[in-house]
């Protein structure tokens, strides 16, 4: 009996002294890139949404992960793995999962995680957002009138989230969906965290200078065969009246997706005087050359040597890809942005009939 009753007192002083702000992550790699022995890293976003600080790390097993931890207030998190794509391993980790890190029993999952009344509201957002796309193709809206309701719908959830991190982490999700004026009045429905978003607001508010209807910026990258060629040289070049500057690389799901789309156009109209320059944002010069060798592209196609950081995309303010620029070469103005599919095919056939 003694016993017995000893135990009970240990056990309720166990529960007594649980930490109410004790939470559980639990998640599985659906990927099949992030084998058994690897590390999965659960990293805090603090200060802006580059600023990744890892508070903890456990070993990948049975393709599953588990961290455990208390957390004072609700946080955007994310779980980062050295992925591999087929044989070749990231030397760098890469992100998992993203989701909102606060008190209790939180389920990572790709797109959405569950589990918590922040992590919950993700995942009705991610449920809305496909029912409006939904709805979008069938009363066949167009690509300016989809975007219009997501940022409709974005600046809702935001306003209406203001206070909690889940406002913040509806403004870091959609960043780069919207031009410039809106990403603008995004981000000013959050008037505690401008400091948080200073980076955003100066890339959106020198975007602006390059819209349609401005002067296109000279960059110049390197070929694969480590020749320079500048955008202004083709451009330039006798016989080229419409350049497409497109952004692109091979680890990019919606880039590959739309590189049949864009050769198909290219060798339409190519002979009719549209040229493209693709700078890649690839690191790696070996998945680049596949890309290119597995399409068998013949347009201008360039590599930016530091990525996302180099000056091409700098210089572009490129915050997401695939992304892309219509110039307009007898005058040197942008003409058009981010035109993909038949948007592109129809626009040429407009401008070269």
């Known amino acids: 009996m003694k016993k017995i009753l000893l135990l009970a007192v240990c056990f309720f002083a166990i529960v007594g002294c649980a930490d109410p702000n004790s939470y559980v992550i639990s998640g599985k790699d659906t990927t099949g890139r992030c084998p058994d022995g690897e590390w999965a890293y659960l990293c805090l976003q603090k200060n802006s949404p580059s600023d990744f600080h890892i508070i903890d790390s456990v070993k990948i097993e049975n393709n599953s ?101 889940f406002g913040v982490y509806v403004a870091d999700y959609m960043s780069g969906e919207f031009d410039p004026a809106k990403e603008l009045e995004m981000y000013a429905l959050l008037p505690t965290k ?73 060798d339409k109209y190519h002979n009719r005087g549209f040229e493209i320059y693709a700078t890649s944002l690839d690191e790696d010069k070996v998945s680049w050359q596949a890309a290119m060798n597995k399409f068998g592209v013949k347009w201008v196609n360039v590599i930016s040597s530091q990525g996302a950081d180099s000056s091409a995309p700098q210089k572009y303010i490129i915050t997401s890809i695939p992304s892309n620029f219509l110039i307009d070469c007898s005058t040197g103005k942008i003409i058009a942005k981010n035109l993909r599919g038949e948007a592109l095919d129809e626009k040429l056939k407009e401008l070269l009939q």
Not at 149 to 158: D, G, K, L, Q, V
Not at 223 to 252: H, M, P, Q
Request: glycine share 4%; aromatic share 10%; hydrophobic share 35%.
């Open 65 to 165: 992960f588990r961290f455990e931890g208390v957390v004072e207030q609700p946080t955007i998190a994310h779980i980062m793995t050295r992925a591999y794509r087929d044989s070749m391993r990231f030397e760098k980790p890469i992100v998992l999962h993203t989701f909102i890190l606060e008190k209790g029993d939180i389920k990572t999952a790709t797109p959405t995680p569950s589990g918590t009344p922040l992590n919950n509201k993700i995942a009705m957002f991610g449920q809305d957002i496909e029912k409006m796309l939904m709805l979008a193709e069938a009363e066949n809206l167009s690509e300016e009138e989809i975007i219009n309701r997501a940022f409709s719908m974005t600046c809702s959830y935001i306003r209406n989230n203001a206070d909690n991190e």
């Open 194 to 266: 401008q400091e948080y978003f200073a980076k955003q607001i100066e890339q959106a508010r020198k975007a602006s200078s390059i819209q349609v209807g401005t002067q296109y910026i000279d960059v110049a990258e390197t070929t694969v065969d480590g020749k320079e060629i500048s955008l202004r040289s083709v451009v330039e070049r006798k016989g080229n009246k419409y350049v497409l500057l497109e952004f692109w690389a091979s680890w990019c799901g919606p880039c590959m997706s739309e590189m049949p789309n864009l050769k198909a156009t290219y």
